[in-house]
């Protein structure tokens, strides 16, 4: 319904969190022209940024063009709608979004989803550092939701992940669901060091390789299968293990066996 | 004209000497005494270098040239007013006071304001962050520690005086030094060389030494029993420090997690199903395990090997989940090495102006922290700022090259005593002060101390010191901001406000809940 | 020559035993005065309810511990920020707000007096360097002395008058006001991870117990003739059970001589006052303590009211956190030692009404305040940030003056608290001049600021004027508007100046002033080269760079105090 173009090439970072269909609905493209972001220290509105069109499709709610590269807080807070991002998108993308959907053609920055309590982000590009983690201090992150991401992602992503689903079809960066609680990864290829680090709970599932996993991981059992959420089976089989003892967790690794044969060692503690 | 001055803080690493007996003959220090060697090279030689900057100047086709403060000062605050969003960096080598008028001026200009600790120990910072920290004084530690950690740091080279002034080799009230039986250790090996080549030349080769390298690769030595401080080293190689250790282990580099993280386990009893951890035999870790949990008062004090290898704030986490554990069965505590003299200065004077300790914007007209996001390192390579001032800091012969290369793209202002690499590549140098030795003010501690440092010289004629220049640029900051006042209306910035963060209220909420149910 | 006049305004001066009088108030220089010239700025305060500014005899706003608290919590201050205005710094909240916001939001509420309770003496300099950075206020801290080393010998070896010429000296060159004792030989114990537990435990090493550190101080506290009594944490803090020993330190205090100004100052009473033998049959002991409080004149307490909400804990009580963290259910813990003086400890903390602890924690403070009769003896607070933040103020101000407030958060709360709470059997409700008593007549007399809390000609021009007409608003029962006003006064008036206006800081030049007692003993503490020696082992910074110099405060106030010894 409303299509936002770049005027030019953003060079410094642009605080855009009013770009929300939540924030949009019922306003005239006047209105949207006059809502208040900000390009490094200066205090602009929309309209000085972005070209603003409106038609008649009802979906999706928001079509982004051009640079938004470094615009940050696209969907944020969102509860309704969609928002297509067509090429790439800044940082903190969809924080504390409850619903609707988001999809970017291209890749997403750092901090997207964090907090987040449902809905559904799909890239179809790499995630940047932090994808579904909390703020800096903060002991529970994403609640609920799907993010899918195409490419890889990079580190300390799915930290204390508390609910919702990440799947992710590229590799992942270190610490992949650092200190999780609850909810459920899923890797399709190479996964970087320490894995489910501090995990309590919640699974992690890598269909990919793995080096290793940490020394407070202990295994626990072969299974030939895993279920990812309601409408999902993965098939393996795969080693599972335990932790993090050092958190007394009860956290799930769940590794391919046929792709990490360095861990079969552990096959004698079974 | 010769004058001593006693008491001299010295103004070089986190450790802050407070002993200093300095000897000024014709305004200019000829001899100390109680320093390092680090302390003596700066506080007798380095500061009258030759590269001293005396006057300010601004780059003109290409060449620095000598101008007024005036207008020096002009050209630096139409660069910073001019700029989108201007970075404002360094500040770890500065006075408290200079902090604080530069989180004013950061503030004024809505710029991003970042000091060295993003590249120091800003993970350890961070990891506070997420788990706390249990600390205390080094005072604390030189009275009761009986078991001393030197994790990834190398104080023996990178603060000389730190086992002397505060840990092994200093008397407590409660714990006495180790020197003695150091000296003893060290000339039982000068001894054993000796005995060594002694047999090399008779029978042509060396007998088995008497007592096992103190590394990882063997089991801890029987020293791990004896009576009062103990001191172990973990680092990737042997160091100067680690000679001085009842143990040593030798980590494989970037393991250093692994290893924290199969001591936690050890510590809670668990059991383990690999034998060896980072290159080290679990079974040697359990003996370290037991030493930490059987001392007193134990402590980890960790460096730049700990904050800057693979897992970066993640390592001091862990490490200080650790050191939460050990506090269920003994007394232990932790601490980072801080590098630069002041560099802790810096993170309190940011945090109790604005609540975070660096890594700030004020872009959006109120404190803004994220390490990642607003850190000097990540905004440069991402090309994100428009304009750079650079104070008591030299990310020119430090910083990776991408980011340097994006500084250069944008107008640079540099405010440095000498004409170190950064200052070299300024639009606008400014000269300054040495603080410490030309300019009193106060620093804080690696334990967040806060001591005065003393003036002992004149300044060379002319040359302010940070807190004045700083003072002068935001004075010309406000000119020019005054002359373009923001024109928002009140709805308009009600509206603005709307976007802002707000306190959620969720408690009353699930309040009424459970009254529902 | 400024000259302001507060015209027609309800006035409630208790020191000066006005109780909602219309009358004027005329200022002059930063003094209250009879009159003023015509030419004088005038406030028109017709229906509102004019007050001396407001006092807090105990608040955490400044010095390493706090700033360590606003270090590790970034998640309190990103749901809380203020914005630069043309007027204003900017910064952040929640908890534990940045300097600027503390004075701004103090000032916000008529609060023009503030104490910081609680100042490691090597630290010194960092609390004054926040200090100065709190404007619109008056301010002053005290350093924490009851486990250092110097006063455990000293009182050890019963020499009280040697131990009193070094509190004087620490007085002085930490450029502090009273002496605060936190958990009397329990942080020394925490040296080596121990604590005591009873004030009759013997501190390790010392050879001395609690009750002789309270007591010897005490003494000394009435040799120095300081204005202030000792301000004390007590023993147990925070523990079920921990009445009775508050009830034997209260009881060991009678031995101190009494010549009608309190000996002691009891603080955060409501951490203080717990029965029942574990978390599990946690119980208010409120009956008990105000019981013997009402019977009593010896001491002085403050509440330490707990608010829902999301907060930070912090104290020197470095044992106490700890075993707040033990009971589970916290991210991050903060232990802080000071050498050969104190510790600390911090712990971000959320009060929950649901939870059968914290909601009849909340209780316990306020069946104190309302239980203790004499409001002389009780003031208000929230031991910011430990029960809540000190911008709550208002709530727990309209829990006080009305019990349909009280009853409003009580019906929230947990069913098994709400069993054991006395509020509902409790029907006082405070007026404004006992409110007034509370936030800042008895504050400034416990504290021995004869120019603080009162509106008398010589008074400093600390008033707060309030949006409330006492004789049209029933403030019991609306108790929302009042509490509104509480929030936003409608003029905060500093040495004379306006300085926040319909809740909105009007004013940035005024600093506020930082005072500190100069304790002139007759035969001061002797610096000589054993003390300096004793220095040099003690502490790991010389003798010459522990002072706070002169120029650490940036508009001192010397308050002389001539002492008996």
């Given at each position: 319904m409303i299509i936002l173009i770049s005027k030019r090439k953003f060079d410094v970072p642009v605080q855009a969190a009013c770009i929300?269909?939540?924030?949009?609905?019922?306003?005239?493209?006047?209105?949207?022209?006059?809502?208040?972001?900000?390009?490094?220290?200066?205090?602009?509105?929309?309209?000085?940024?972005?070209?603003?069109?409106?038609?008649?499709?009802?979906?999706?709610?928001?079509t982004i063009n051009g640079d938004a590269g470094k615009v940050k807080r696209i969907g944020s807070n969102m509860k309704t709608g969609e928002i297509v991002v067509n090429g790439d998108c800044g940082m903190h993308t969809g924080e504390k979004m409850a619903g609707g959907k988001i999809t970017v053609n291209g890749n997403i920055g750092g901090w997207s989803g964090n907090d987040m309590k449902g809905g559904l982000i799909e890239v179809h590009g790499d995630a940047g550092d932090y994808l579904a983690s909390p703020y800096r201090g903060t002991a529970t992150g994403m609640k609920g939701g799907v993010i899918i991401v195409d490419g890889k992602v990079g580190s300390d992503s799915g930290c204390y992940l508390h609910g919702g689903v990440l799947k992710i079809k590229g590799g992942a960066g270190r610490f992949l669901g650092y200190h999780m609680s609850d909810g459920v990864i899923l890797v399709d290829k190479e996964v970087d060091v320490r894995p489910g680090a501090c995990m309590t709970g919640g699974k992690i599932v890598i269909t990919g390789t793995v080096e290793e996993v940490m020394p407070s991981f202990t295994i626990d059992s072969v299974k030939p299968k895993v279920k990812i959420d309601d409408t999902t089976n993965v098939a393996g089989p795969f080693y599972v293990f335990l932790g993090d003892l050092a958190e007394h967790g009860t956290g799930k690794i769940f590794v391919n066996k046929a792709c990490n044969p360095q861990m079969k060692f552990y096959e004698k503690y079974l | 004209m010769t004058s001593e001055v006693k008491s001299v803080v010295c103004p070089i690493c986190g450790c802050l000497c407070d002993d200093l007996e300095v000897t000024v003959e014709n305004n200019e220090i000829v001899k100390m005494k109680n320093g390092c060697s680090v302390c003596e090279a700066k506080m007798v030689h380095g500061y009258k270098s030759e590269e001293r900057i005396l006057k300010p100047m601004i780059r003109k086709d290409g060449e620095l040239v000598p101008v007024s403060m005036d207008e020096a000062v002009k050209k630096a605050a139409k660069i910073l007013t001019d700029a989108k969003y201007p970075l404002l960096f360094g500040w770890s080598s500065s006075t408290s006071e200079a902090q604080r008028i530069g989180v004013e001026l950061a503030e004024e200009l809505g710029s991003a304001l970042d000091n060295c600790c993003s590249v120091c120990h800003g993970p350890s910072v961070m990891a506070t962050q997420e788990i706390g920290i249990p600390a205390s004084t080094l005072g604390q530690i030189r009275h009761r520690a009986d078991l001393i950690v030197y994790w990834a740091c190398n104080p023996w080279t990178s603060h000389p005086r730190h086992l002397e002034r505060y840990t092994s080799f200093t008397d407590g009230r409660f714990e006495k030094s180790e020197w003695k039986s150091y000296m003893q250790k060290m000339k039982g090996d000068a001894s054993m060389k000796k005995v060594q080549a002694a047999s090399k030349r008779i029978i042509g080769s060396t007998i088995p030494a008497m007592r096992p390298d103190a590394c990882a690769l063997n089991a801890p030595p029987q020293t791990m029993q004896k009576e009062g401080r103990k001191l172990i080293v973990v680092d990737v190689r042997k160091t100067m420090t680690a000679d001085a250790?009842?143990?040593?282990?030798?980590?494989?580099?970037?393991?250093?997690?692994?290893?924290?993280?199969?001591?936690?386990?050890?510590?809670?009893?668990?059991?383990?199903?690999?034998?060896?951890?980072?290159?080290?035999?679990?079974?040697?870790?359990?003996?370290?395990?037991?030493?930490?949990?059987?001392?007193?008062?134990?402590?980890?004090?960790?460096?730049?090997?700990?904050?800057?290898?693979?897992?970066?704030?993640?390592?001091?986490?862990?490490?200080?989940?650790?050191?939460?554990?050990?506090?269920?069965?003994?007394?232990?505590?932790?601490?980072?090495?801080?590098?630069?003299?002041?560099?802790?200065?810096?993170?309190?004077?940011?945090?109790?102006?604005?609540?975070?300790?660096?890594?700030?914007?004020f872009s959006q007209g109120y404190p803004q922290y994220n390490p990642g996001e607003f850190t000097t390192i990540d905004l440069l390579r991402r090309g994100d700022n428009d304009a750079t001032l650079v104070i008591s800091a030299d990310p020119g012969a430090h910083f990776p090259k991408a980011a340097v290369q994006n500084m250069m793209k944008h107008p640079l202002i540099t405010i440095n005593p000498d004409m170190n690499a950064i200052s070299r590549l300024g639009d606008v140098v400014f000269p300054t002060q040495w603080c410490g030795i030309e300019c009193e003010g106060t620093a804080y501690r690696m334990d967040h101390v806060p001591i005065m440092l003393r003036k002992v010289v004149e300044p060379p004629k002319g040359i302010l010191n940070d807190e004045e220049l700083l003072k002068r640029i935001l004075a010309e900051v406000r000119v020019i901001k005054g002359k373009n006042p923001d024109t928002e209306t009140k709805a308009e910035v009600k509206e603005r406000n709307k976007l802002a963060p707000r306190i959620e209220i969720k408690q009353r909420k699930k309040a009424k809940k459970v009254e529902v149910a | 020559m400024t000259e302001l006049l507060i015209k027609n305004g309800f006035v409630f001066d208790p020191i000066n035993k006005i109780n909602g009088e219309k009358m004027d108030i005329a200022i002059k220089d930063g003094k209250i005065v009879h009159k003023v010239s015509g030419k004088a700025q005038v406030v028109d305060a017709s229906g509102l309810t004019v007050m001396p500014g407001g006092v807090d005899i105990h608040t955490h706003i400044a010095g390493g511990e706090v700033n360590t608290g606003r270090i590790i919590r970034p998640d309190d201050h990103v749901k809380d920020v203020e914005r630069k205005t043309a007027m204003t710094r900017c910064g952040t909240g929640y908890s534990i707000p940045s300097t600027f916001t503390t004075g701004y939001r103090y000032s916000r509420m008529g609060y023009t007096t503030v104490m910081n309770p609680s100042m490691a003496p090597l630290e010194a300099k960092h609390t004054h360097e926040e200090l100065n950075d709190i404007p619109l206020l008056d301010k002053a801290t005290y350093p924490l002395i009851g486990d250092w080393w110097f006063v455990l010998e000293n009182l050890a070896k019963g020499d009280i008058v040697e131990c009193?010429?070094?509190?004087?000296?620490?007085?002085?060159?930490?450029?502090?006001?009273?002496?605060?004792?936190?958990?009397?030989?329990?942080?020394?114990?925490?040296?080596?991870?121990?604590?005591?537990?009873?004030?009759?435990?013997?501190?390790?090493?010392?050879?001395?117990?609690?009750?002789?550190?309270?007591t010897g101080l005490a003494r000394v506290n009435a040799l120095l003739n300081l204005p202030h009594s000792i301000h004390l944490h007590t023993n147990n803090l925070g523990l079920p059970g921990n009445y009775t020993t508050t009830l034997d330190t209260m009881k060991a205090l009678e031995s101190v001589p009494y010549n009608g100004k309190p000996v002691c100052h009891i603080t955060h009473l409501q951490f203080a006052s717990f029965a029942g033998d574990g978390w599990a049959h946690f119980q208010s002991a409120s009956e008990e303590i105000s019981s013997y409080i009402n019977a009593h004149n010896h001491l002085t307490f403050d509440m330490g009211q707990v608010i829902f909400t999301d907060t930070t804990t912090m104290t020197a009580d470095g044992p106490f956190e700890f075993s707040l963290y033990e009971l589970g259910g916290h991210n991050k813990w903060v232990n802080s030692d000071v050498e050969t003086e104190t510790s600390g400890g911090i712990i971000p903390f959320h009060y929950k009404k649901n939870s059968p602890v914290n909601a009849l924690q909340w209780s316990i403070g306020l069946e104190l305040a309302l239980l203790i009769k004499d409001p002389w003896k009780m003031f208000m607070t929230t031991d910011h940030p430990n029960g809540g933040p000190f911008f709550a103020y208002p709530r727990v101000l309209a829990w006080l003056y009305s019990k349909k407030a009280r009853e409003a958060t009580l019906k929230h709360c947990n069913k098994k608290a709400q069993k054991k709470s006395l509020l509902p059997t409790i029907d006082r409700e405070m007026t404004l001049y006992e409110i007034a008593i509370m936030t800042r007549a008895g504050q400034a007399k416990a504290l021995g600021l004869p120019n603080k809390g009162q509106l008398g000609v010589g008074a400093d021009a600390d008033v707060a004027i309030f949006n409330i007409n006492p004789e049209t608003m029933d403030i019991a029962q609306q108790f929302k508007a009042a509490r509104k006003a509480f929030k936003h006064a409608a003029y905060t008036i500093k040495d004379g100046k306006v300085v926040v206006k319909d809740g909105e800081v009007v004013n940035n030049t005024t600093p506020g002033r930082t005072m500190w007692l100069d304790v002139q003993t007759k035969d001061p503490c002797v610096i000589d080269e054993e003390m300096r020696r004793k220095f040099k082992q003690y502490w790991t910074i010389e003798y010459d760079n522990y002072p706070v110099f002169d120029h650490y405060l940036r508009v001192p106030e010397k308050l002389t105090v001539k002492a008996s010894v």
């Open positions: 929300s269909p939540d924030v949009f609905k019922g306003k005239t493209t006047a209105e949207i022209a006059n809502m208040p972001v900000t390009e490094g220290n200066r205090n602009l509105k929309l309209g000085d940024l972005f070209e603003i069109q409106e038609d008649n499709l009802e979906t999706p709610y928001i | 250790a009842d143990y040593f282990i030798q980590v494989q580099p970037n393991k250093d997690y692994e290893i924290i993280e199969a001591l936690r386990c050890l510590v809670g009893d668990q059991e383990l199903d690999v034998d060896t951890v980072g290159g080290v035999k679990v079974e040697y870790l359990k003996d370290v395990a037991d030493a930490m949990v059987n001392c007193e008062f134990g402590v980890i004090f960790f460096g730049l090997g700990l904050t800057q290898s693979a897992g970066r704030f993640r390592n001091i986490e862990n490490a200080i989940a650790l050191t939460r554990d050990l506090n269920r069965k003994t007394k232990f505590v932790i601490s980072p090495m801080r590098g630069h003299f002041n560099v802790t200065g810096a993170n309190v004077v940011f945090a109790w102006s604005t609540g975070y300790p660096y890594a700030l914007d | 009193a010429k070094h509190v004087a000296w620490m007085l002085d060159i930490t450029k502090g006001y009273a002496i605060k004792i936190v958990n009397p030989g329990g942080l020394e114990s925490w040296g080596f991870g121990h604590n005591v537990h009873s004030i009759d435990d013997q501190v390790p090493n010392f050879c001395i117990t609690p009750r002789e550190i309270v």
